[in-house]
C-alpha cells in the first residue's frame, strides 16, 4: 500500500510526458496544428507595431493572439476525461488483486490550531479480510490494530490498551475506508481530479458521506501501488502518510491481526 507539488508542480512539460501510447500522438499531433495555425497568423498580420497599424487592428492582432496561445495552453488538461477513467479503473484492477501489503511508513501530522507538526515513523501491515496494523517504532512504541470489527490502541508507555468498536455504517468515507479496501474507492469517494506525471498519478478524492474527513489526496507510482496519501480534515489539520519498501501478495500469518493485551486493562469505547 500504502504540495501538489508532485504531479500539479512540475510543469506543463513534464505532464506531457506523461501521454503515452495513443494519447500522446493525439496530442502531438493537435499541438503541431495549433503551432501551425498560430505561425500563419503571426506572418498575416505582421509583426506589431502600434505606430504603423490602426487601433482597431492592433486590437484584433492582440486578440487572435491570445486566443491561440489559450487554444494551446487548453490543449494540456490535468488528464483527459478518458485517461482519467482509465487510471480509476487501472487503480481498482491493482488492489482487487492484492491480498496483502507490508511496508515502511513515515507520517505527518499538522495540528492547525496549535500550528504544530508530529512526525513518526512504523511498519504496516494489511491482510485482506483480517484488517490492518501500523506499529509505529518512533518517536514513542505504540500500536494501531483493526482486526474487522474494533480499532486497537496501545502505546508501551501507557499500563491500558484502549478497544473501540467500528460500526461500518457510521465510518463510510473515512480514512478507514482508504486503507481497507481501495479497490471500492469510487464507492465511498467522489474522484474530483486526476493528475499524472512521469512519476505516477494523484487523486483528488471527497467523501460522500460528511463525516469528519474533508478531502483526501492519493499517490500512487507507475505500478499503482499507493505511494502517499494525505488526510485534510475539517478541523484543518492534516495527515500525510508515505510508504516505501512496499510488499504486496506475500505471506503473513492471521495471528498479526489478533490483538494481544497481555496484563494491561482494557477500556473499551
Known amino acids: 500500500m500504502i504540495k501538489r507539488e508532485g504531479p500539479r508542480g512540475e510543469g506543463a512539460k513534464e505532464r506531457v510526458q506523461g501521454f503515452k501510447g495513443s494519447r500522446g500522438q493525439e496530442f502531438r499531433k493537435a499541438t503541431t496544428r495549433y503551432k501551425g495555425l498560430l505561425t500563419v497568423l503571426v506572418l498575416l498580420l505582421g509583426p506589431l507595431n502600434p505606430r504603423t497599424l490602426g487601433p482597431f487592428r492592433t486590437a484584433c492582432r492582440q486578440a487572435l493572439l491570445t486566443l491561440c496561445i489559450a487554444s494551446v495552453t487548453l490543449l494540456?488538461?490535468?488528464?483527459?476525461a478518458v485517461a482519467r477513467a482509465d487510471a480509476v479503473d487501472m487503480l481498482k484492477k491493482t488492489y482487487a488483486g492484492?491480498?496483502?501489503?507490508?511496508?515502511?511508513?513515515?507520517?505527518?501530522?499538522?495540528i492547525s490550531t496549535l500550528k504544530r507538526e508530529r512526525e513518526s515513523k512504523g511498519e504496516f501491515y494489511y491482510k485482506r479480510g483480517k484488517g490492518f496494523l501500523w506499529k509505529y517504532a518512533g518517536p514513542s512504541r505504540k500500536v494501531f490494530l483493526y482486526d474487522g470489527k474494533a480499532m486497537w490502541q496501545a502505546d508501551e508507555e501507557q499500563p491500558f490498551v484502549i478497544k473501540e468498536r467500528v460500526d461500518k455504517g457510521k465510518v463510510q468515507g473515512s480514512f478507514?475506508?482508504?486503507?481497507e479496501d481501495i479497490s471500492k474507492l469510487d464507492v465511498y469517494f467522489t474522484i474530483q481530479e486526476v493528475a499524472q506525471d512521469k512519476d505516477g498519478t494523484m487523486f483528488l478524492l471527497a467523501p460522500k458521506k460528511e463525516g469528519m474527513l474533508q478531502s483526501a489526496r492519493m499517490w500512487v507510482d507507475t505500478k499503482y501501488l499507493v505511494s502517499k496519501i494525505e488526510i485534510t480534515e475539517i478541523t484543518g489539520n492534516t495527515n500525510t502518510l508515505s510508504f516505501s519498501s512496499i510488499k504486496v501478495n506475500k505471506s503473513l500469518d492471521d495471528g498479526l491481526f489478533i490483538f494481544n493485551p497481555g496484563k494491561k486493562e482494557i477500556m473499551e469505547r
Request: net charge neutral; glycine share 0%.
Open 76 to 80: 494540456i488538461p490535468i488528464v483527459p
Open 98 to 110: 492484492i491480498q496483502t501489503v507490508e511496508a515502511r511508513f513515515n507520517q505527518k501530522i499538522v
Open 176 to 179: 478507514l475506508d482508504l486503507v
